[in-house]
């Protein structure tokens, strides 16, 4: 499977990024977030729902942003990801975002200056586990960070494989915050998850919006809510659950549950599905 590459600057795609995984997820300092198993038989329990998606993360390497190993060329956003369908959802979001305005969120984040100045190169790959393990089937992306020169988006086939292009594009864009977040020195899991409830769901919504148009609000308001179970916001959702006896939690996450589609358990109703 060819790869596709997007320049980051003046040019075709200002704003395109990219992932890359290669199969050895080993980072000098792993965050500590676990995937956990989720309850999915409300709203008789909504409480019982712990995250709409528990696995998104990411790694930082701190001892590492000041590698001196700059790239030697201009910083590239590079899909490597190899599966078709997988592929052509990170290519089209690329392809979106390098057409975007410049005050758009995700094009502002392959176009700050930092990132352009540090030659930074990210690189879009897939692995694939399907093990319980903390980086398995219940995770779908991992974002790596071994130095400010090179980062990642890895995508878990495993996870993904039944997935719509809703879900992809959902962890894509997660992740990507990571990488923004990483470069603006916030660091440590919860710390970056914490940030993305308060400042990035309603962004992550409406750029899933326009990617999918025929995507409700509320379908992509809990799409943005995947992997922020440690978060603030999701406690005080959970309170008023409890409080007022409401599902809210439960449909957010049966929402997620749908559009992943995990071992085509929704059989693909949910979303756009790939073809296969």
Not at 105 to 129: A, C, G, R, V
Not at 183 to 209: K, V
Request: contains cysteine; proline residues 5%; negative net charge.
């Amino acid at each position: 499977m060819g790869q596709s590459s997007y320049a980051i600057g003046q040019g075709d795609c200002d704003d395109c990024w990219q992932g890359d995984f290669d199969g050895d997820l080993k980072e000098v300092i792993i965050i500590k977030e676990k995937p956990v198993d989720v309850d999915i038989n409300y709203p008789n329990h909504p409480v019982e729902v712990q995250d709409p998606n528990p696995g998104r993360d990411n790694e930082d390497d701190n001892s590492a942003i000041s590698s001196t190993d700059p790239a030697t060329s201009d910083p590239t956003v590079e899909n490597k990801v190899e599966d078709p369908c997988m592929k052509d959802v990170v290519d089209k979001i690329l392809n979106t975002l390098a057409k975007r305005d410049e005050n758009n969120t995700f094009t502002k984040i392959l176009n700050d200056p930092f990132f352009k100045q540090e030659y930074t190169n990210l690189t879009i790959k897939q692995y694939s586990d399907d093990t319980g393990g903390p980086y398995g089937i219940n995770t779908d992306g991992v974002t790596k960070t071994p130095n400010i020169h090179q980062m990642s988006i890895n995508l878990n086939f495993a996870a993904l494989d039944n997935a719509s292009n809703e879900y992809i594009a959902a962890t894509i864009y997660h992740e990507l915050i990571h990488v923004s977040l990483n470069i603006q020195g916030i660091t440590g899991n919860d710390s970056q998850h914490e940030t993305m409830a308060q400042d990035y769901r309603d962004d992550m919504s409406n750029q899933l919006q326009a990617d999918f148009p025929d995507l409700s609000k509320e379908d992509a308001d809990a799409l943005a809510w995947g992997g922020l179970s440690t978060s603030n916001d999701w406690a005080k959702i959970i309170n008023s659950d409890i409080i007022n006896n409401t599902g809210i939690t439960g449909n957010i996450n049966a929402i997620n549950t749908n559009f992943k589609n995990l071992n085509n358990s929704t059989n693909g109703e949910y979303g756009t599905p790939c073809d296969k």
